[in-house]
């Protein structure tokens, strides 16, 4: 997975992909990575920052993401464990990882709307996952968002109602 992307239908190219979308790619390759090999952060940040477009990534953000997933996993993996059909060790590699960069963020960046992490996750299992786990994902966030920012999700639910 370290240092590839998978090309998906409607993906953006990666000539016009945010910063901060480049941050979420490595860092989801950096979890996924230590993950699978158990490097410690330090190691994982120094070889993705010798990666080819890592110079376009807010190092900032990657490295606050991935500093933080592994400092809050065992709290991250007990919240989205309510709303998983199996247990979180069963979970393919890369949703594991997605779902616990997206529940750091809810958790963590509340600046950001809720439904723009909820996308930015989707986009990554659908870059990076198996075929359907996007939907899988989409649907673990956003029953966790409901319950991290229930005022935040409640008022969008209610602007949706009154455009109908």
């Known amino acids: 997975m370290a240092g590839q992307s998978r090309t998906t239908p409607g993906a953006r190219p990666a000539s016009v992909r945010s910063p901060r979308r480049r941050a979420r790619e490595f860092a989801l390759q950096a979890l996924y990575q230590w993950q699978l090999s158990g490097n410690d952060e330090a190691a994982i940040e120094a070889h993705l920052g010798d990666s080819e477009g890592f110079d376009k990534a807010d190092r900032e953000f990657f490295a606050g993401l991935l500093r933080g997933v592994l400092a809050q996993r065992q709290t991250l993996q007990e919240q989205l464990q309510a709303f998983l059909d199996r247990p979180f060790g069963e979970l393919s590699p890369v949703e594991a990882c997605v779902l616990l960069a997206g529940a750091f963020e ?59």
């Open 106 to 164: 809810l958790n963590n960046h509340p600046q950001t709307p809720y439904g723009v992490i909820i996308n930015e996750s989707v986009e990554l299992a659908k870059g990076f996952g198996g075929t359907d786990g996007h939907k899988y994902v989409n649907g673990v966030l956003d029953k966790l968002a409901a319950r991290l920012r229930p005022a935040e999700v409640e008022a969008k639910r209610a602007a949706r109602n009154r455009a109908r």
